[in-house]
């Protein structure tokens, strides 16, 4: 994937979609300029997932996180409080 920037205003995805398709496939993604501003980004499907699989990780490493400090209760003083001496 290449990480130089691309841009296409909104009136190149209406009047030439395949070309903005293609060019957004080969790098992976792209910034759509509304008004000269960047307005929204077009991304490769693969690209979104693995965004989103690094999203869902770094939620993992936080949720563990809180829970590192928590008190903690040997399994059996758990198994004597709720399942009693066997």
Do not use: C, W
Request: a positive charge; hydrophobic letters at 35%.
């Amino acid at each position: 994937m290449d990480t130089n920037i691309v841009t296409f205003s909104v009136s190149d995805l209406r009047h030439d979609t395949t070309k903005v398709l293609k060019e957004t496939l080969n790098r992976g993604f792209a910034y759509l300029l509304r008004h000269s501003k960047p307005e929204f980004a077009l991304v490769d499907i693969n690209y979104l997932q693995s965004l989103r699989e690094a999203y869902e990780d770094y939620l993992d490493m936080l949720e563990f996180d809180k829970t590192v400090n928590l008190k903690k209760v040997p399994l059996g003083a758990h198994k004597s409080k709720f399942i009693g001496n066997k």
